[in-house]
């Protein structure tokens, strides 16, 4: 269900060059299911923005981040000036980058992009430069115990109408795989106050995966996406012996195929396969990603607003992926609160190199505690029309849902040795 927004009223808004303030910016932790954290920036001429800043199963390091260091410094600045502010708290930081900083910065960010758009009366599309396109393609995620149970799941989301599914089984002699939950629309990995730890066998993932897409393609043609999320569980020549296996299956992409710290290793896997590659949902600047992307070792480019510092740098990323034919994919979980996925949304909408958003439905109770005014339509999001980025938070019933400690699992080989999750 969607929450229609009503926006703020804006009485005496200066909409010339006299001067505006941020009087005041807190942080607000809720967790309607799972955990959330949103800063709202609050001005003198009464308009407010809100952004998100949460990092799953490390919310409170954000929390402090933006209590004790970010907000003393944004009261009595000029919240229309989101490019100075952007780089002194990137610049002026001195100890850069990395998920904390940047996801604090990215809170800041949007919350001043959605207080400008309201002061221009606009929906934040039309200031970042307009339509590039009416709606955006997005992709569901389809997961079962087993080849059979998946093949179902995806024949599901078919009805209702996606063009777009991720695919994810459960792996034989595997008590636990990555992407399969007990609920199958509101998956949420982060399950305990300590991490959970689970069992991976490389080779038994490589033997069955292909298998699956083969059951799909033979059961639903080639008229849908399909898409695969490795999770960094891959060497490189790993990746590119599934890469090749999966050609035959034309998929969308093959996401995070193996760890991206180092960027060269992505050389391999390119030269072994012409499957679609997709990474960087964990990266934070342009300079996690500029060799995958200058060299043309990648064609999805993966970062979200909320770990890249915002709408300001994920722009800049966009902006350089465009010159090497790089489309965007940004990340959607649940984990990204309802104002990411309506700011991505607007971004979207307005970004010329465009390629899939991954969305994962909130819960009810997210969705309440979030009014927006997005929604799905065929396999595809539209973003609303109100001014800002469409997403409120209502505080009251944020209130109700205290801070819950939930963190992500690990992963050991069947030997013990600790492996990528």
Same mark, same amino acid.
């Given at each position: 269900m969607n929450y229609p927004v009503n926006p703020p009223s804006q009485p005496d808004l200066d909409r010339g060059t006299g001067s505006m303030k941020i009087t005041g910016a807190r942080v607000i932790v809720t967790c309607p299911g799972r955990n959330f954290v949103t800063l709202k920036i609050e001005t003198d001429q009464g308009v407010y923005g809100i952004g998100d800043g949460t $990092?799953?199963?490390?919310?409170?390091?954000?929390?402090? @981040?933006?209590?004790?260091?970010?907000?003393?410094?944004?009261?009595?600045?000029?919240?229309?000036?989101?490019?100075?502010?952007?780089q002194y708290l990137y610049r002026g930081a001195y100890w850069r980058r990395g998920p904390v900083t940047m996801r604090a910065i990215a809170a800041v960010d949007v919350a001043l992009w959605d207080i400008k758009a309201k002061m221009a009366g606009m929906p934040l599309y039309d200031l970042l430069g307009g339509r590039s396109r009416d709606r955006v393609m997005v992709y569901g995620h389809a997961n079962g115990s087993d080849i059979a149970h998946t093949v179902d799941e995806v024949g599901r989301y078919i009805s209702e109408g996606?063009?777009?599914?991720?695919?994810?089984?459960?792996?034989?002699?595997?008590?636990?795989?990555?992407?399969?939950?007990?609920?199958?629309?509101? @998956?949420?990995?982060?399950?305990?106050?300590?991490?959970?730890?689970?069992?991976?066998?490389?080779?038994?993932?490589?033997?069955?995966? &292909?298998?699956?897409?083969?059951?799909?393609?033979?059961?639903y043609g080639f008229d849908h996406h399909l898409l695969h999320d490795v999770h960094h569980r891959l060497t490189p020549l790993e990746a590119a012996q599934l890469g090749k296996r999966l050609e035959p299956y034309s998929l969308f992409w093959m996401e995070d195929s193996t760890p991206a710290e180092n960027q060269e290793a992505f050389r391999l896997i390119r030269q072994h396969t012409t499957t679609p590659l997709a990474v960087g949902e964990i990266f934070n600047t342009l300079w996690d990603c500029k060799d995958l992307i200058q060299n043309q070792l990648i064609d999805y480019i993966r970062t979200t607003i909320v770990s890249a510092g915002g709408l300001t740098h994920l722009r800049r990323i966009a902006d350089f992926a465009s010159v090497?034919?790089?489309?965007?994919?940004?990340?959607?979980?649940?984990?990204?609160?309802?104002?990411? $996925?309506?700011?991505?949304?607007?971004?979207?909408?307005?970004?010329?190199?465009?390629?899939?958003?991954?969305? $994962?439905?909130?819960? &009810?109770?997210?969705?309440?505690?979030? &009014?927006?005014d997005y929604r799905f339509d065929d396999g595809f999001l539209l973003c609303g029309e109100t001014p800002g980025h469409g997403v409120d938070i209502d505080e009251a019933l944020a209130a109700k849902y205290p801070y819950s400690p939930k963190q992500l699992p690990v992963?050991?080989?069947?030997?013990?040795?600790?492996?990528n999750w």
């Open positions: $990092m799953n199963g490390r919310e409170k390091a954000v929390v402090a @981040y933006l209590e004790e260091h970010i907000i003393p410094l944004l009261i009595g600045r000029d919240p229309r000036r989101i490019e100075d502010i952007w996606y063009k777009a599914i991720r695919a994810q089984t459960g792996i034989p002699g595997l008590d636990k795989a990555y992407g399969i939950s007990k609920d199958k629309k509101f @998956y949420e990995p982060a399950e305990g106050e300590l991490p959970l730890e689970t069992v991976w066998d490389t080779r038994k993932y490589l033997n069955y995966v &292909p298998q699956l897409f083969d059951k799909l393609r033979d059961t090497w034919q790089v489309r965007t994919g940004s990340h959607g979980a649940t984990d990204l609160s309802p104002v990411t $996925m309506g700011t991505a949304l607007h971004f979207d909408t307005w970004v010329p190199n465009f390629g899939i958003q991954e969305y $994962m439905r909130h819960t &009810p109770e997210t969705d309440a505690v979030f &009014p927006h992963a050991r080989l069947e030997d013990g040795t600790l492996w």
